[in-house]
């Protein structure tokens, strides 16, 4: 059934000589991951009735929190364990300071880190405790304290798993298979969502559009997942980014994405253990011959390059500033410069890598060119064994067996690695309710544009479960009200429907030559300029190619079913979204921005190699320049009829310092109800 949950009450309308089912709702949620689920199960929480609830997703099992992670993939939320002291305050600093981030949505995020965290705990997912029932932590990247926890790899699966479960149990309608195409405004200003027009996958008439009358739209749609080629993100997530751009919800931060070691073949982070267990890194030809090691070109001492191996598990995220002699970033560039000569490169978890001196294979490690902080964690965890495979197996069985469970044994072959995207710290601007300024619009999860520069590992999993609270809060404090009489709405959604019915009539009718690798020469087009390597003068010229692109859509789209028409349109959505990261970037660069984050900002031409092992790679950071200043980009119509970006630099907000922390005046305020507004 396409949709679960059903009886759905729905009327059958007509527009432009077309008839779409129309479905009525105060608060439609789009997406069915960690945040969206969460989202429509904290609406019913707070009193909003399951009907008044819609959850509309392209496909319930699609998405990135049920089918990426790590080793041990991390929540991160206010320590609980031991006596190390920690606070909300402390932790919203930790948030902040990773740069680029206003400070009260830092302080949000921390206050309410132990409330979402335990919800999780109560409704089954399985966090670890000891005896005494601590949920004790350790320390990820950009984390002063142990606030890290996890489940395993799966973590953000079992999330989405146990809140999907709540959210059918309370009986609240899931329409599984339908595209949004479409957010739906009302004009004047404030602008306000109030609708979606969506494609009904399911149905076998091309096109089958349906319309989604609502008060509220939940974005939970997630990231840019398809405008790179190198990326972690499942195959099944595809972009959703441009519909809300091109509604009006502005941007920020879009030049801040997470890129990182990956295997291609299985899409999977290789953070944590899987480096910790000091696996070899392997070059071969393109046929799998003349395998080669290779990182020792980059380290000036086998224990230097034992040393940036294990640093690769803390600080997983390829970081400019770690290019310096013996960076852990080095081994990033490494697989870079390596498939940059059109070589493929593995790790290889059956040997030792060379550096370590001990022979290939061996019944124990001695230690003798491990530093002392590599050595002291795999003794302290009894993994002085003599192979990687060995030493991951001991570790982290879970982490072996995700690869056993999806076709690859890491004990008989090697893994194939590239670096890739895995996450975007920034994305669309919301406010402390995580409302957009295009009003009604809450993004929450990937999609809410809520983390800075850099932030602590997992701190994105908590970002899921805190904005998608917080919208719901709001939600239901504030705009309670019936969505628009069906005549009023028909009258809004009759231009956006002609709109997009003729740009799907055009892709039908198309004889255009557009060639089914389309998708992935934009993607390469991405990963030259605008990943983690961002050559100034190839982002112009690829924003401006992009834009082009976008022209002439219709003329070189065709379609001929609706696998094909499908794939069109998010083959557009695609095209909009990478127009408006490029040109972010480009803005960024122009502005006098230098290599930050997870972005190296240089000609491929500099990156050389002769002087790697000794002195690093000398890098032009920004030093903090804009660590006090968002980019904020909003998707217009140019005079040509093109779309073509406008920016704004705001000032960071502070973390309150001034908030009322008297009881009896909060507790007042709350009784007169002037918190959620």
């Excluded at 082009?548 to 696998?563: G, I, V």
Aim: proline share 5%; with cysteine; glycine share 10%.
């Amino acid at each position: 059934m396409p949709i679960l949950n059903s009886p759905v009450s729905s009327e059958t309308v007509e527009l432009a000589g077309l008839r779409f089912e129309m479905y009525r709702f105060n608060t439609v949620v789009v997406g069915t991951g960690a945040a969206g689920y969460n989202a429509a199960d904290s609406l019913c929480a707070a009193g909003v009735p399951a009907g008044d609830v819609g959850v509309v997703t392209e496909g319930r099992l699609m998405g990135t929190s049920r089918n990426t992670g790590s080793d041990k993939q991390t929540y991160y939320r206010l320590t609980e364990a031991g006596g190390e002291p920690d606070s909300v305050f402390g932790m919203a600093w930790t948030l902040f300071e990773g740069g680029s981030m206003h400070g009260d949505i830092a302080l949000v995020e921390a206050a309410l880190s132990s409330r979402c965290f335990h919800k999780l705990v109560q409704i089954g997912v399985p966090f670890p405790h000891n005896r005494y029932g601590e949920y004790v932590g350790y320390k990820t990247d950009h984390d002063p304290k142990q606030r890290a926890t996890s489940c395993g790899p799966l973590t953000s699966r079992y999330m989405t798993e146990r809140l999907e479960t709540h959210v059918m149990e309370r009986g609240i309608p899931l329409f599984d298979g339908y595209r949004v195409l479409a957010v739906v405004t009302t004009g004047g200003e404030p602008r306000k969502a109030c609708g979606l027009i969506a494609l009904d996958v399911n149905s076998q008439t091309v096109p089958a559009l349906a319309l989604f009358n609502c008060t509220n739209v939940v974005w939970a749609a997630g990231g840019p997942s398809a405008i790179h080629h190198a990326s972690v993100y499942p195959e099944s997530q595809t972009c959703a980014m441009g519909a809300a751009l091109e509604a009006g919800a502005p941007g920020v931060n879009l030049t801040e994405s997470q890129y990182g070691i990956a295997s291609t073949k299985f899409r999977w982070n290789l953070s944590g253990t899987y480096q910790q267990v000091l696996p070899t890194y392997i070059s071969t030809d393109k046929n799998g011959e003349d395998p080669k090691e290779f990182l020792d070109k980059y380290f000036a001492t086998p224990k230097e390059t034992a040393r940036g191996i294990f640093l690769k598990g803390y600080q997983w995220p390829f970081d400019p500033s770690k290019l310096g002699r013996g960076g852990s970033s080095l081994v990033d560039l490494a697989v870079f410069m390596e498939k940059k000569k059109g070589r493929r490169v593995f790790l290889d978890f059956r040997r030792n890598p060379s550096a370590l001196g001990e022979g290939m294979i061996s019944e124990r490690l001695d230690g003798k060119n491990l530093d002392e902080e590599t050595y002291s964690y795999l003794e302290r965890s009894g993994a002085l064994l003599g192979t990687p495979i060995a030493r991951l197996r001991h570790m982290n069985p879970l982490a072996y067996k995700l690869y056993l469970d999806n076709g690859i044994d890491l004990a008989r072959e090697m893994l194939e690695i590239a670096v890739c995207a895995q996450h975007n710290n920034g994305g669309l601007k919301v406010n402390l309710w995580w409302e957009s300024d295009l009003k009604h619009f809450f993004p929450v999860g990937e999609a809410a544009g809520t983390l800075g520069v850099h932030r602590p590992g997992g701190s994105a999993l908590n970002s899921t479960q805190v904005g998608s609270t917080r919208a719901a809060q709001f939600i239901a404090a504030n705009y309670g009200e019936a969505p628009a009489p069906a005549e009023k709405f028909l009258e809004i959604v009759a231009q956006p429907v002609a709109k997009v019915s003729a740009r799907i009539q055009k892709i039908l009718m198309c004889h255009g030559t557009e060639d089914p690798e389309t998708r992935e020469r934009g993607q390469k087009l991405m990963d030259s300029c605008g990943a983690f390597i961002r050559p100034a003068k190839k982002v112009k010229e690829a924003a401006e190619t992009t834009r082009q692109a976008l022209a002439s859509f219709e003329e070189r789209s065709r379609a001929r079913d609706m696998d094909e028409l499908l794939a069109a349109l998010i083959d557009r959505d695609i095209l909009l979204t990478r127009y408006v990261y490029l040109c972010a970037i480009d803005e960024y660069i122009e502005r006098g921005g230098r290599s930050r984050g997870s972005s190296l900002i240089c000609d491929e031409e500099d990156l050389t190699v002769e002087n790697c092992a000794s002195e690093g790679i000398p890098v032009s950071l920004d030093g903090g320049k804009f660590s006090d200043r968002i980019c904020e980009v909003r998707l217009e119509p140019g005079a040509d009829g093109l779309p073509v970006c406008r920016f704004e630099w705001v000032k960071v907000r502070p973390v309150p310092a001034d908030r009322e922390e008297w009881f009896e005046n909060v507790y007042n305020a709350w009784l007169r109800g002037e918190i959620i507004r």
